[in-house]
């Protein structure tokens, strides 16, 4: 589903292509850790430094690598379609090849890589089916898939993807809402089942950096799901 049918701020609304060259210099002081890092340091069904080779499909600017690679994993590339979020990335110097690709589409050869994860992409990606598909494609036969992304339930009540240009004009990133039975049946039609599945909720950690989300209290912001493949 489009997020528009959900959108009560209306505030200007990118491209994804737009959206992301523009919100590269300010990206690593607008997402917190608390989003996604968080979610990852709680999964219980990966052994972090056994990670022999890892893929981190929509890199951006690289957190999500250099966090895989502190946890321990030994090698791991980057795939992303900006040219100016890949910039940064490349500047943190821990990837071990970084491509310039459509994350649906990535040329990358098949049955690389131990783990492949995709990290708060998947509510700018209009049917979930490519990219499951991609990475299983790309996934070792015992390769986990981590998808960890901005929860369909905060969404739904209206906040988009979004960052405040340096006029402080807030403009959004043109997005999509997932339900969970889309990832399961994307996910299952690609070959992979369910290991593991956990969500954040606003708490005080939250408050403390965003107090005007008070009111979110309680309500679920970010979800992480690992996929394993069918025997």
């Known amino acids: 589903m489009d997020f528009s049918a959900f959108d009560k701020r209306r505030y200007p609304t990118l491209s994804i292509r737009e959206g992301y060259c523009e919100w590269a210099g300010s990206y690593e002081d607008t997402v917190l850790d608390l989003m996604d890092i968080r979610l990852l340091e709680r999964l219980s069904s990966i052994a972090w430094p056994t990670v022999g080779h890892a893929l981190d499909l929509a890199c951006g600017t690289g957190r999500i ?67 499951y598909r991609e990475a299983a494609r790309l996934a070792t036969t015992d390769g986990r898939f981590v998808l960890a992304g901005y929860h369909w339930h905060f969404q739904m009540l209206g906040v988009p993807v979004h960052f405040d240009r340096p006029t402080g004009e807030p403009v959004a990133i043109q997005s999509y809402v997932h339900l969970t039975s889309d990832h ?10 369910l290991a593991e599945m956990v969500e954040g909720v606003v708490d005080d950690a939250w408050i403390a950096q965003k107090p005007q989300w008070a009111s979110y209290r309680h309500h679920p912001v970010s979800f992480a799901l690992v996929w394993a493949k069918s025997a």
């Not at 990837?95 to 310039?100: A, G």
């Not at 399961?184 to 089942?193: K, L, Q, S």
Request: aromatic share 6%; glycine share 12%; charged share 20%.
């Open 65 to 131: 690598g250099a966090w895989l690679k502190q946890a321990g994993a030994r090698r791991v590339d980057g795939v992303d379609f900006s040219e100016a979020m890949s910039a940064k990335a490349g500047r943190k110097g821990v990837y071990d090849r970084l491509v310039l690709a459509d994350v649906l589409a990535t040329g990358l050869a098949p049955g690389s890589y131990d783990l492949v994860t995709c990290v708060l992409a998947d509510e700018h990606i209009a049917e979930l089916g490519p990219l």
């Open 184 to 193: 399961v049946g994307a996910a299952h039609d690609a070959g992979f089942h």
